[in-house]
C-alpha cells in the first residue's frame, strides 16, 4: 500500500491507499483506549484504515535485559510491527511500521543524493524493528540504550505520529526548558 497526504478534516483531497485512489471520505473518529481522537480515511467504499494518534507522557523503568513495558493505550497501534531508530536530540522514536515506510518515503523524496547517503547511514543502521512480548514489553537495543543515555528510569512521549523514550531527568530538564522560555503554544 502507497501512503499519500490527507486534506484538513473534511476535506476530501489527496492522494491516500494504493496509486490511483483517491481519499473520498475523512472524518474524526474517538475511541476509547486512544487518548484523543484517530483520524480514520475510508480508501474505497470497502475498506478503511485509522490512523491513530500516540499522546500522552508516561513514567517507565528498563529492566536488566533492556525491556520496557509499552504504555497500554499504544499497544494496539503496534501490533503490525514497529520501527525503534535514534530520535532528534538524546532520545529515541518508535514508529509503527506503515508509518516509518511512509515517513522514510516522504524524508527521502525531497533529499539530495549526499544528504540521502548521510540521512540514510545514520538512520536505517541504527533502526530495528521491534515486537511485544506477551506481557507488552520491547527490548531497547543496548546500542540505541547507550545513544539515548538511557537509565533505568524514562519517560515514554506521545509525539503525535510515532512516541519517544527519553531518560527520565533529561526529559524533566527538556520540559523546564521548554517552559522557562514561555514557548507559545497555540492550544
Not at 537509565?151 to 515514554?156: A, D, K
Request: glycine share 10%; net charge negative.
Amino acid at each position: 500500500m502507497k501512503w499519500g497526504k490527507v486534506g484538513n478534516f473534511g476535506e476530501g483531497i489527496g492522494s491516500v491507499g494504493r496509486i490511483g485512489e483517491v481519499c473520498r471520505h475523512v472524518e474524526r473518529v474517538p475511541l476509547p483506549f486512544i487518548v484523543g481522537f484517530d483520524l480514520k480515511v475510508r480508501i474505497t467504499d470497502r475498506e478503511s484504515v485509522t490512523l491513530a494518534m500516540f499522546l500522552g507522557e508516561y513514567e517507565h523503568t528498563i529492566d536488566a535485559k533492556g525491556r520496557m513495558a509499552v504504555p497500554a493505550r499504544f499497544r494496539a497501534q503496534m501490533d503490525r510491527g514497529a520501527v525503534i531508530s535514534k530520535g532528534m536530540g538524546t532520545c529515541l522514536s518508535i514508529y509503527t511500521l506503515e508509518r516509518w515506510e511512509q515517513r522514510s518515503n516522504d524524508l527521502v523524496a525531497g533529499m539530495a543524493s549526499d544528504e540521502l547517503r548521510d540521512f540514510e547511514r545514520r538512520i536505517y543502521p541504527s533502526a530495528s524493528e521491534v515486537e511485544l512480548d506477551a506481557q507488552g514489553r520491547m527490548v531497547i537495543p543496548a546500542k540505541l540504550r547507550t545513544y539515548a543515555e538511557l537509565g533505568n528510569e524514562v519517560t515514554v512521549a506521545g509525539v503525535r505520529d510515532h512516541f519517544e523514550i527519553w531518560d527520565r531527568a533529561t526529559w524533566q530538564a527538556y520540559q523546564e526548558r521548554l517552559d522557562s522560555e514561555g514557548s507559545q503554544i497555540p492550544f
